[in-house]
């Protein structure tokens, strides 16, 4: 009789350590089962969040245009980030004064003023007086118009630069009117207390828009500016906005052009430079980066063409491309150690 089975007796098996059948094995392979089917489940939910995303934005731009109106103008965005645009000494700027000008009723224009290089000692510790008297001392002066999500910087020569309402601590809202009667308003003040001296528009990215919008404007009023300078321009707002980087993602979505450029002209966004530059007879300086990764550099060259045919004179119209291997991208011109000469011997030009 097998000993298990004897009465009064219970004989238990020694341990083995073995699992006792009927219970689960956790195994290695399993837990990187488990693992890999919860990544799984995460990226296919990523992927769809990415999706409905990407097919929700144009039905965004589409029911809401003013979005288009903010990415144009990005004015919300301020570069520098904190800085107090009303103190410049504060940005180590002891040649430049702050001031606000008025272009319309209720419009607010934040205005600095920098001095020529041979002015800078003499203006420290000057008032906005001494300021105003010395546009009248015969040296050029630069009218800056800064592109989209930029405020005031310093330049040489006498440079008045602008902020444009709504940006930086200018109040009011960007319209392309708008940008358009603030420098209006400011080559006006600027003439009226600079005599003979000669002024010239300098305007970057949106700010040739700008330019070109308001040179076009001043020669309705009988008056040809001295000299325009447009960097990184582009030709039309419309085909900027094709060709920004933003739209290659949507370039094949069906209806592009009736989701992202449309709403453009709803909210009245145009600047037309092509256009301007059909009709502008200022001397002209084209500034381009073959590199430029937001105009790229064909419409530069469109510009060039059409005013060279506008103009019919290669004396007054100029175009500088810098080198793509310098890394100048859309914003970096101003890191070029010829530029300086290259600004002068255009300003020099329009004297002869």
Not at 36 to 63: D, E, H, N, Q
Not at 321 to 335: A, I, M, T
Request: charged fraction near 20%.
């Amino acid at each position: 009789m097998p000993l298990e089975h004897l009465p009064g007796k219970v004989f238990q098996s020694r341990p083995t350590g073995r699992r006792p059948q009927g219970r689960p094995r956790t195994r290695w392979k399993d837990y990187v089962s488990r693992s890999s089917s919860c990544l799984m489940w995460w990226i296919k939910r990523g992927l769809l969040a990415v999706c409905l995303i990407y097919v929700s934005v144009p039905f965004m731009m589409r029911l809401f245009p003013g979005i288009i109106k903010h990415l144009v103008y990005s004015h919300r965005v301020r570069v520098p980030f904190f800085i107090e645009l009303c103190q410049p000494a504060k940005l180590y700027l002891n040649h430049t004064v702050n001031m606000y000008l008025t272009s319309e009723q209720g419009i607010s224009l934040g205005v600095w003023h920098t001095v020529p290089e041979s002015q800078w000692k003499e203006a420290q510790g000057k008032n906005l007086g001494w300021y105003q008297k010395s546009l009248g001392d015969g040296c050029p002066i630069v009218i800056y118009l800064h592109g989209n999500g930029g405020t005031r910087y310093a330049m040489g020569y006498h440079v008045l630069a602008l902020d444009y309402r709504g940006f930086g601590d200018s109040s009011g809202e960007p319209t392309e009117v708008g940008l358009t009667t603030d420098a209006l308003y400011l080559y006006h003040w600027v003439k009226a207390r600079s005599g003979n001296s000669q002024v010239i528009f300098w305007g970057h990215s949106l700010g040739t828009g700008v330019a070109t919008n308001t040179a076009v404007k001043l020669m309705e009023q009988g008056i040809v500016v001295d000299g325009v300078i447009i960097e990184g321009s582009f030709t039309n707002i419309r085909q900027e906005g094709a060709n920004h980087p933003f739209a290659w993602y949507y370039l094949n979505f069906p209806g592009f052009e009736y989701f992202f450029l449309d709403p453009m002209a709803e909210n009245d966004l145009f600047f037309p430079n092509d256009e301007n530059l059909k009709r502008m007879r200022s001397p002209l300086l084209i500034l381009h980066a073959e590199d430029d990764h937001i105009v790229p550099i064909h419409m530069a060259q469109q510009l060039y063409e059409i005013a060279l045919t506008a103009q019919k004179s290669e004396n007054r119209v100029k175009m500088i491309q810098f080198n793509g291997s310098l890394g100048y991208l859309h914003n970096g011109l101003y890191k070029d150690p010829h530029l300086p000469d290259i600004i002068r011997e255009f300003v020099h030009s329009l004297a002869r």
